[in-house]
Nanobody, 127 residues
Framework: QVQLVESGGGLVSAGGSLRVSCVAT????????MGWFRQAPGKEREFVAVISRFGSNTYLQDSVKGRFTISRDNAKNTVYLQMNSLKPEDTAVYYC????????????????????WGQGIQVTVSS
């Protein structure tokens, strides 16, 4: 059974940093493209970042470029989202997603391309 479990969310002041992690039971982990999405109250789920199977390629939403970094450790079956210079508009539930795919990272910026999802974790940025 595939499980994705996020951790590391919480409350932070504007300008602060957080790192959220996602541990996946998918095997082999290195065959899966991993993505992060987020959903704010009253809004649709939106793409944040994606990383290729071996971490050589990443793609981020324009609004987080230069502030967020996605990375992965295939030995630990874990993907990370390092979030710096956080803004109140980054407040959302953040979801980890996995898909067995050979598509480009740009193609994997769509939520409908992912079969597996975590339960989500709250990130709140206070002003």
């Amino acid at each position: 059974q595939v499980q994705l479990v996020e951790s590391g969310g919480g409350l932070v002041s504007a300008g602060g940093s957080l790192r959220v992690s996602c541990v996946a039971t998918v095997r082999p982990f290195s065959s899966f493209v991993m993505g992060w999405f987020r959903q704010a109250p009253g809004k649709e789920r939106e793409f944040v970042a994606v990383i290729s199977r071996f971490g050589s390629n990443t793609y981020l939403q324009d609004s987080v470029k230069g502030r967020f970094t996605i990375s992965r450790d295939n030995a630990k079956n874990t993907v990370y989202l390092q979030m710096n210079s956080l803004k109140p508009e980054d407040t959302a539930v953040y979801y980890c997603a996995a898909e067995l795919s050979t598509r480009s990272v740009e193609e994997m910026a769509l939520a409908r391309r992912y079969s597996y999802w975590g339960q989500g974790i709250q990130v709140t940025v206070s002003s």
